[in-house]
């Protein structure tokens, strides 16, 4: 596999897109904040399928203005090498890595995208400000790269449905994919994140996941059994601090009494807070599920 073209101005991006852009070929982006792990690689393939021939651009850009204070901007994992790498063999034409001042030239900005009530549950209840944050960066990089497709992974539900609607209320022209969360094959949903996690945690962490397949498994009668057996299962598991367990519609309204819903999970595991979220079918005995993987399904 080539190696990916590195370019951490914005006239270098320019540059290392204006021949095939000029040439029709679709842009397809992977906006990320690095530390990357094989859930990336599934999403840069899913812009390689979306792009066919057109250059696949991977962003990697640790954001200040989604982290609170008190939050883990210092210690976020900056792994600029092995991140190259990864980026490479998923066939990745160009890595855009660049600084803050690149980004925020002014400093922060003064103009930013306010989420809207989305904005500040669920996630955005323990992280205020944090969606503002996120949708600011991803319209400056959207301008910036000016994708035909940018996919986001399902595993920061709110934060896809938000950009959903962002790109919607704001007319912004770019087609917006969901990319299935990667597990490991005991379900814990990978995450630059899981770095952090002892052995022990570790093993803890895989509880969020089992909490949502019971869940799931139970949703026959109705969102309240569904969360009565996921809680259930949370009380027989180890370590994890609960923060919400939620079944909502797939846009993270109201959950119907019956039809499609997602089933959302934050928890604290020692110090790390660690999201997870599947799909629900609600009213009707869900068919019978045999792995952690097997309950995705698109947004
Ligand atoms: O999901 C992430 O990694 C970040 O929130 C994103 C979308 C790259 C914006 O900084």
Redesign the pocket.
């Known amino acids: 596999m080539p190696t990916p073209v590195l370019v951490s101005t914005r006239a270098e991006l320019v540059e290392a897109l204006a021949e095939r852009r000029g040439r029709g070929q679709q842009v397809g982006l992977v906006?990320?904040?690095g530390a990357l792990h094989e859930g990336h690689g599934a999403l840069m393939e899913t812009a390689r399928a979306a792009v066919g021939d057109g250059p696949v651009v991977v962003?990697i850009?640790?954001?200040p203005l989604?982290f609170g204070a008190g939050e883990d901007l210092d210690r976020y994992p900056r792994t600029l090498d092995a991140d190259l790498e990864l980026c490479g063999a998923h066939g990745v034409d160009v890595v855009f890595a660049p600084s803050v001042a690149e980004v925020y030239p002014g400093g922060d900005p003064q103009v930013t995208v306010e989420p809207g009530p989305l904005g500040s549950v669920l996630e955005g209840a323990t992280r205020p400000g944090h969606y503002r944050?996120?949708l600011t960066?991803?319209a400056k990089?959207f301008g910036l790269v000016r994708p035909d497709v940018a996919v986001?992974?399902q595993k920061?539900y709110q934060?896809l449905v938000l950009?959903r609607r962002m790109v919607s209320d704001l007319c912004l022209g770019v087609e917006i994919v969901g990319a299935e969360t990667v597990r490991e094959p005991d379900g814990l949903a990978l995450s630059?994140r899981n770095r952090y996690l002892s052995a022990r945690e570790r093993e803890q962490a895989v509880a969020l996941n089992r909490v949502l397949r019971r869940a799931i498994s139970d949703a026959g009668l109705g969102p309240d059994s569904a969360l009565g057996a996921g809680r259930a299962e949370l009380r027989r598991a180890n370590g994890v601090d609960l923060d919400y367990l939620v079944v909502t519609d797939p846009d993270l309204g109201p959950a119907p009494a019956q039809g499609e819903g997602r089933i959302l999970i934050a928890a604290r595991v020692g110090t790390t807070r660690l999201i997870d979220n599947l799909p629900i079918h609600l009213g009707a005995p869900s068919p019978t599920r045999t792995s952690p993987n097997d309950t995705e399904g698109d947004s």
Do not use: H, K
Request: proline content about 5%; glycine content about 10%.
């Open positions: 906006p990320t904040m962003s850009f640790v954001n989604q944050g996120v960066v991803v990089l986001f992974g920061d934060q950009i630059s």
